[in-house]
């Protein structure tokens, strides 16, 4: 299972990144040697083995929905590259 | 003997008594920083007013005789991915090289709660994806007995200033092996904790299922205090685990007689440098006379464990890494045209390297609509596989004990331009994370060139007691520890 040029352009979009034609050239091929030591994986039959996402026995942790004091709207927004009032400001996505 | 070169034991001791201040150690640990940083690059953020200010306060506590205990007064130099109320954290990266968290760390306000002086921010692998601080957007951490060669990675930089005394002890994390890897070249102790047992609240994600913060020190006692201060539950954090932390300082008993301990045979085969195996061989053997049985264990898939890593690591942090836009913090870069998905591109193409932008497509790949399967589920599936040799190996013994690294520290640049040949350096790391155990590294010796080996105690499920008392036990025995390398 290899991955093209094209497709590795295409995850790209997907996770938001810009690719040089360069770049797009140089990760296909570092892309492909790391996908190509994946297959290792298919040497195990793992059919009927079920998968981990948790490593440590734990089930879903719930708690009591509490108001309680949240940040200060001015330290929220302190880090904003642009704001507009009490918003963080985009560039204009509606025509 | 300057205070810089002390541990929190021996210098708690002198606080106590009145032979030494705070602001005494502050400023030995500065002199320090300011003669030995400009080669080893450990920092990247320090502030000498900010320290003394810390140390005058942990000093009238003391004076009122408040808030005493081991880590009152102890200057510590914290990971650049902790998030530090009002001090930049940068993660390494240039996008968040502007960026000041409104809030603490829930570690970072543990050690704040027990009057630490917070030293500075240390370097690391941009987002802790590497494994020898190269990977840093502001420049790599030198390993501090041989400037040419790498510190381990990602924690670099909290395993180099902890070796050449910049600070008393140090938090890394540990995705797989980021806090293990660095204390062996750097010859000093760390310890990843039981994935749960420490809050990640706070903590730049990597990748969930796998990172936990550690401690790394000076020696195994130290350590073993600095995780009983940032160990236990948080309601913060819903993956972190109810149970009350032992005191970790009382299972240092000297005493390991009767411990079972496995050599796993998949862990000393050919690939592996000579030298590491010897020396690790030798450590087991200086544990044997000590009362501990050495026995054979098996491991069987660790061959399978780099792949099943570098499928789930890069799958969760392509997910993690979604949140940086540039539209609430961080940096910003202007699309051309403006529009908002060019922004989304130009921001995350300057905001990050090479690297992180190669493990962000891997991870999107893996995840998607007709490879998950053959990817992502099937390494979650050998994770189970992974884990279950662990469980087996652990009916016959207690612990095991494994190399760090399959080769000592080598020369800075040697595999920064091949990332799969980095990344089989993680052989023997990663199957903690994956398996979620805790994993301790203890200086064991020197290579040829005088550079530290480490060993790896691994335990089962919240048996870190049991890591420290091995570890202490064959601490107290040699004294590889002792040795400070002259920079």
Redesign the interface.
């Known amino acids: ?1 290899g ?1 093209t040029r094209k ?2 352009e295409y ?2 979009h ?5 690719l040089s034609p360069e ?1 797009a050239e140089s ?1 296909t091929a ?2 492909n ?3 190509n ?2 297959e ?5 039959d ?1 059919s009927n ?8 026995p ?1 089930v879903n ?1 719930f ?1 009591e929905d509490v108001v309680e004091p949240s ?1 200060d709207v001015e ?2 927004l ?5 704001r507009e009032g009490n918003f ?1 400001k ?4 509606i025509e | 003997m300057r205070l810089c070169e002390l541990t929190i034991t021996e210098l708690s001791g002198m606080l106590e008594r009145g032979e030494c201040s705070s602001v005494d150690i502050t400023k030995s640990v500065y002199e320090r920083i300011s003669e030995v940083d400009k080669k080893i690059h450990a920092y990247l953020w320090t502030n000498e007013e900010y320290a003394l200010s810390q140390a005058k306060e942990a000093d009238k506590k003391r004076k009122a005789r408040e808030n005493l205990n081991p880590l009152l007064g102890i200057p510590i130099g914290l990971k650049d991915l902790l998030l530090t109320k009002g001090v930049p954290t940068t993660c390494a990266s240039r996008i968040l090289e502007n960026f000041v968290p409104p809030f603490d760390a829930t570690v970072v306000k543990k050690l704040k709660e027990r009057g630490v002086v917070v030293v500075g921010k240390l370097n690391m692998d941009e987002f802790a994806m590497g494994s020898t601080t190269e990977g840093s957007a502001f420049g790599p951490t030198r390993n501090p007995w041989g400037l040419d060669y790498i510190p381990g990675g990602s924690s670099g930089g909290s395993a180099a200033a902890v070796s050449s005394d910049m600070c008393i002890a140090s938090l890394g994390t540990d995705t797989g092996g980021s806090i293990r890897q660095p204390a062996s070249c750097c010859g000093v102790c760390g310890i990843k904790p039981t994935y749960g047992r420490v809050s990640r609240f706070g903590v730049i994600a990597y990748a969930s299922s796998l990172d936990q913060v550690g401690p790394l020190g000076k020696n195994v006692r130290d350590t073993a205090i600095m995780l009983e201060a940032v160990a236990g539950f948080d309601r913060c954090d819903s993956t972190s685990v109810k149970m009350d932390v032992p005191r970790y300082t009382d299972s240092l008993t000297g005493d390991v007689k009767g411990l079972k301990i496995g050599l796993p045979k998949e862990y000393f085969v050919k690939g592996i440098d000579p030298e590491i195996a010897d020396t690790v061989r030798n450590a087991a053997k200086q544990l044997e006379k000590l009362g501990a049985e050495v026995i054979d264990v098996s491991l069987p898939h660790t061959e399978y464990c780099i792949a099943t890593y570098y499928i789930i690591a890069p799958a969760e942090a392509s997910s993690n890494l979604a949140r940086y836009d540039g539209v609430r913090y961080g940096l910003r870069v202007s699309g051309e045209p403006d529009t908002l998905i060019n922004m989304y591109k130009a921001t995350r193409d300057r905001g990050f390297s090479a690297e992180v932008r190669r493990r962000i497509i891997i991870g999107t790949y893996t995840l998607s609509a007709g490879y998950y399967d053959a990817y992502y589920l099937k390494a979650q599936k050998v994770r189970t596989l992974i884990r279950r040799d662990f469980e087996q190996a652990f009916q016959k013994c207690d612990c095991v004990i494994t190399p760090v690294l399959p080769t000592p520290p080598y020369k800075l640049g040697t595999k920064i331009n091949d990332p799969l040949e980095m990344y089989l350096s993680d052989i023997f790391t990663v199957s903690c994370n994956l398996a979620g155990l805790p994993g301790m590294t203890v200086p064991c010796g020197f290579s040829k060139e005088n550079l530290p080996i480490g060993m790896q105690i691994m335990a089962r499920h919240f048996e870190e007691e049991k890591i420290f008392k091995v570890a202490y036990a064959y601490e107290q025995s040699t004294d590889w520890h002792k040795r400070k390398p002259k920079v």
Do not use: C, G, W
């Open positions: 299972m991955i497709e590795v995850v790209a997907l996770a938001r990144l810009k770049d990760f570092r892309l040697q790391i996908l030591y994946f290792k994986l298919k040497e195990l793992t083995i079920e998968p981990t996402s948790h490593s440590i734990m942790a708690r940040l330290e929220a302190a880090n904003a590259p642009e963080f985009v560039p204009q996505i």
